[in-house]
């Protein structure tokens, strides 16, 4: 039995059942295995007092420390977050809310692994942890907890130190592994991890009735992902523009929605560009099967759970060369990767209005992302960290 204590400050709960909703399915994946026991601790990071009486603060502290989630046992301890420090102390203050509680864990439960499922402030506290309670740790790094916190002046070493004191690594991609590699971690102990996607939910449909759901009888482009100047969906909108009859849907939250409406009205884009604000994972199959294409224009990704969701559809994306997008777009059938800029994405959008790919064509491009093949090798991997800290001994 290989008991495993599952770290994830990136976790859903009750008031936000989006937020890594891919590492709540992983982890539900290796908890089912006959041969795991697993507990989890998905920390909540809160400003000090009083700021965490604030509106958008209450739901989170109201959370309940300790819950069944999805059958899975779950604790939910918050730890201080100073607001204006870059996220230097985070990682201090994890710790610090974190041993206490995992010395009670342990009276009952005496982990082998801890697997930190993202690198910052997760990993360096994972470290700091393992080496106290002498298991073997694994970090797991999926895209801005590299390429922000990793770079971030306050708290790059910290990531750094961390890789380099992890017993193992996952990376979501082979260019998620040699961006870690680049900041000087190192690349022995990384293994690439591919995401998985639920072959049987998300699947082609007949598009024209799956349009007329939302509205849309003509060409119609989705994205999917936060309201933030990362993703891009200006670009979209702009590259939709220039293209007479096409819809855009974009499905997601965020604090630049005020800014991305103002940009839709300001180029009388009103009947063909929605913002549909947050929706359920679950409504997102129906939504990425209407879909003629999926585009999403990243300044950065490790490697995109929409991506692979879109292709489970049968319908092509058109990203930028963002983190694992060559490993994704690896044959014409299942999209195209363009520049960074309006001008590109429309180019390549019309390209692929005017030469569809099969949708069985295009699933193929996701059969290979399996939660039973992710799942499997997270297990291998977790496995051989306890195999080799036993051997070491």
Not at 339 to 360: S, T
């Amino acid at each position: 039995m290989l008991r495993v204590l599952t770290l994830s400050t990136l976790f859903p709960d009750a008031t936000r059942p989006n937020f890594g909703v891919f590492v709540e399915r992983q982890t539900l994946g290796l908890a089912a295995r006959a041969d795991v026991d697993l507990r989890l601790v998905a920390p909540v990071g809160l400003p000090p007092w009083p700021l965490r009486a604030l509106s958008h603060h209450a739901p989170l502290a109201a959370l309940p420390d300790r819950e069944t989630w999805k059958g899975l046992d779950t604790r939910r301890p918050r730890f201080t977050t100073i607001p204006g420090t870059g996220g230097r102390y985070h990682v201090r203050a994890l710790i610090s809310r974190l041993l206490p509680l995992l010395i009670e864990i342990r009276r009952d439960f005496a982990f082998d692994v801890i697997d930190a499922e993202f690198f910052f402030p997760d990993g360096p506290a994972a470290v700091a942890l393992g080496r106290h309670f002498d298991v073997p740790v694994s970090i797991k790094a999926r895209g801005a907890d590299i390429h922000h916190w990793g770079h971030a002046p306050a708290t790059a070493n910290q990531v750094v130190a961390a890789g380099q004191g992890a017993a193992g690594m996952l990376a979501v991609s082979e260019a998620m592994k040699a961006d870690m590699v680049v900041i000087g971690i190192p690349a022995e102990r990384i293994r690439v991890h591919h995401t998985g996607v639920d072959l049987d939910r998300f699947v082609p449909r007949e598009r024209v009735a799956a349009k007329a759901a939302y509205g849309v009888t003509g060409p119609l482009v989705v994205s999917l992902g936060a309201l933030i100047p990362r993703k891009g969906h200006d670009i979209a909108i702009d590259a939709v523009a220039a293209l007479p009859g096409v819809t855009l849907l974009i499905a997601g939250e965020g604090p630049e929605r005020s800014a991305l409406q103002a940009r839709i009205e300001s180029l009388k884009l009103g009947d063909r560009v929605r913002l549909l604000g947050s929706l359920p994972h679950a409504d997102l199959p129906a939504l990425l099967a209407a879909a003629d294409m999926m585009a999403l224009a990243s300044a950065s990704e490790g490697l995109a759970n929409a991506w692979v969701e879109a292709l489970a559809c049968g319908t092509p994306i058109v990203i930028t060369d963002a983190g694992g997008a060559g490993e994704v777009v690896s044959d014409p059938a299942y999209g195209r990767i363009a520049a960074r800029n309006a001008g590109a994405f429309a180019q390549a959008i019309g390209d692929l209005l005017a030469h569809p790919p099969g949708q069985a064509g295009v699933r193929r491009g996701a059969e290979h992302f399996t939660w039973e093949a992710n799942g499997a090798a997270l297990y291998e991997h977790l496995s051989r960290l306890v195999d080799q800290r036993f051997l070491a001994l």
